[in-house]
C-alpha cells in the first residue's frame, strides 16, 4: 500500500505587498488553522515517511507545523524548490521515483496544483482545495512507478471549515 497526502498551505498573508509571493507568511488564520490541521492528522494515528514541502514561506511552515505535532525533527523536511512553481506533472514524476522503501509521503504545497492532482485520483471534480486542505491518496501498489490514476485513488479531504466554524 503506498500513500500520498497533498496539503495545501494555510491561508497567507497579504499585508505586505513588499514581500516576494514565495515569502509571504501565513496569517492569523492560517496560524490557527495549519496547527489544528497537524492535531487531525496526528489523531488518525499517521505518519509519513518523508515530508516535502515547498520551500515557500506558507507551504514550509504549514509543513513545520505538521512535522512538530508528528514528533519530526524539521531537519528531515525536503525542501524542493520545483514544488513551489511545479505542476502536476512534476509532482507526480516525483512519486513514481520515491524510494520504494517509502510507504506514506506528504506534499506541501499550492494550487491550483494541489486541486489538480486531486482530480487526476478523484472520479467527480474537485472545484477547489481550500488552504491547509488534506488530501489523501491511496494505491493498492507495492512500487512508486505504479502510482498513477487507474492504480491509486482519491480516499478523502479534510479542511478546517469542515471542524472550525
Not at 504549514?62 to 512538530?68: D, I, V
Not at 528531515?76 to 520504494?100: A, F
Not at 482530480?119 to 481550500?130: G, M, R, V
Request: proline letters at 5%; a negative charge.
Amino acid at each position: 500500500m503506498k500513500t500520498v497526502y497533498f496539503i495545501r498551505h494555510a491561508k497567507s498573508s497579504w499585508d505586505d505587498m513588499s514581500l516576494r509571493d514565495s515569502e509571504r507568511p501565513l496569517n492569523e488564520r492560517g496560524f490557527r488553522d495549519a496547527p489544528f490541521m497537524a492535531k487531525l492528522f496526528k489523531a488518525k494515528e499517521l505518519m509519513p515517511d518523508l515530508i516535502i514541502s515547498s520551500p515557500a514561506v506558507r507551504a514550509f511552515t504549514t509543513a513545520q507545523f505538521f512535522a512538530e505535532e508528528l514528533g519530526i525533527d524539521i531537519e528531515k523536511i525536503e525542501r524542493d524548490p520545483d514544488t513551489y512553481l511545479g505542476n502536476e506533472d512534476y509532482i507526480l514524476h516525483r512519486i513514481t521515483n520515491l524510494d520504494e522503501s517509502l510507504d506514506t509521503v506528504c506534499f506541501f504545497g499550492h494550487n491550483p496544483t494541489t486541486t489538480n492532482l486531486a482530480n487526476i485520483f478523484h472520479d467527480d471534480y474537485i472545484p477547489n482545495t481550500p488552504t491547509a486542505g488534506i488530501i489523501k491518496i491511496q494505491g493498492d501498489i507495492s512500487s512508486w512507478k505504479n502510482f498513477q490514476a487507474k492504480e491509486a485513488k482519491f480516499v478523502e479531504m479534510h479542511y478546517p471549515k469542515q471542524y472550525l466554524k
